[in-house]
């Protein structure tokens, strides 16, 4: 099970970070990705970051801004954005995966997802 939580309402070039809470499984197994679904839009890819942490990607209109890390102590993925953009508005979802992939129909377990809202 994965929980997600941190999102809100932000001006624009303010920050927010989230947290991904993963719980039943063991956590540091799994790749763990961000995805977001913007109004009106199809869900598509953030960030990932693999097992240890040791490497990281991003689409390109996060790069820079973004920061995805993890603590597998606690069982957790974070996304810290920074500079943010009325076009980074979306419902953001955390997601689990067994490979290092962008692509989302690799990631088997979702969580809820969390809106973000930046205003310009």
């Known amino acids: 099970q994965l929980q997600a939580c941190g999102g809100g309402l932000v001006q624009a070039g303010g920050s927010l970070r989230l947290s991904c809470a993963a719980s039943g499984r063991t956590f540091s197994n799994y790749v763990m990705g961000w995805f977001r679904q913007a109004p009106g839009k199809e869900r598509a890819f953030v960030a990932a970051?693999?097992?240890?942490?040791?490497?990281?990607r991003y689409t390109d209109s996060t790069k820079g801004r973004f920061t995805i890390s993890r603590d597998n102590a606690k069982n957790t993925v974070y996304l810290q954005m920074n500079s943010l953009k009325p076009e980074d508005t979306a419902v953001y979802y955390c997601?689990?995966?067994?490979?290092?992939?962008?692509?989302?129909?690799?990631?088997?377990?979702w969580g809820q997802g969390t809106h973000v809202t930046v205003s310009s």
């Open positions: 997601a689990a995966s067994s490979v290092y992939e962008s692509v989302q129909s690799y990631y088997d377990y």
């Open positions: 970051i693999t097992t240890r942490g040791g490497s990281t």
